[in-house]
T-cell receptor, first 113, second 112 residues
Framework: AQKVTQAQTEISVVEKEDVTLDCVYE???????LFWYKQPPSGELVFLIR??????QNEISGRYSWNFQKSTSSFNFTITASQVVDSAVYFC??????????FGAGTTVTVRA | DAGITQSPRYKITETGRQVTLMCHQT?????MFWYRQDLGHGLRLIYY???????DKGEVPDGYVVSRSKTENFPLTLESATRSQTSVYFC???????????FGSGTRLTVV
């Protein structure tokens, strides 16, 4: 069985602060993929990033960056210099050797002006 | 327009009624999925399909039925709606096992 845990239910920051979202996962598979999705107040689910299990290189894409550590089964996501438009629910998700995407419960991020 | 569309966007139905949520994708993706989203639970998989005429249960299948006679359509039917099925339902498709999902805009279903 696979499981994704997002321990933070809500995070509130002031604009321009950095926000780091924690994600811990469990899987017995050696090959798997990790994702972050964003759900703004409008309700749609927007794909942000994907990382596979055999590539631990951490990257930065614009204001987004992620830290994947297999040793601790963590896949944390950081928004640098947050903006009001970043206010949303963020989901971490795991997909391994089947078709199913398992989601964490989500972290609600509120960015105040 | 290409993409994945769900209909209706909003639906109110009465307890005990049958209701069908529609999902249509234009990419010919093999895999399609139905999730429900409830506060505190994130998204939970109801049913999925690997190809036309191939479907399987997910985490919370009870009370739901799916079919996939054509690759592009994956309707979800609530056979006898209950209040506990009040939720937001998302359909998704995926090109392959190692690809991400693309989600529809969701259907907000209220059972009264």
């Amino acid at each position: 069985a696979q499981k994704v845990t997002q321990a933070q239910t809500e995070i509130s920051v002031v604009e321009k602060e950095d926000v780091t979202l924690d994600c811990v996962y469990e899987t017995r598979d050696t090959t798997y993929y990790l994702f972050w999705y964003k759900q703004p107040p409008s309700g749609e689910l927007v794909f942000l990033i994907r990382r596979n299990s055999f590539d631990e290189q951490n990257e930065i894409s614009g204001r987004y960056s992620w830290n994947f550590q297999k040793s601790t089964s963590s896949f944390n996501f950081t928004i640098t210099a947050s903006q009001v438009v970043d206010s949303a629910v963020y989901f971490c998700a795991l997909r391994s050797n089947d078709y199913k995407l398992s989601f964490g419960a989500g972290t609600t991020v509120t960015v105040r002006a | 327009d290409a993409g994945i569309t769900q209909s209706p966007r909003y639906k109110i139905t009465e307890t005990g009624r049958q209701v069908t949520l529609m999902c249509h994708q234009t990419w010919s993706h093999s895999y399609m999925f139905w999730y429900r989203q409830d506060l505190g639970h994130g998204l939970r998989l109801i049913y999925y399909s690997a190809a036309a005429d191939i479907t399987d249960k997910g985490e919370v299948p009870d009370g739901y039925v799916v079919s996939r006679s054509k690759t592009e359509n994956f309707p979800l039917t609530l056979e006898s709606a209950t209040r506990s099925q009040t939720s937001v339902y998302f359909c998704a498709s995926s090109e392959g096992l190692y690809r991400g999902y693309t989600f529809g805009s969701g259907t907000r279903l209220t059972v009264v």
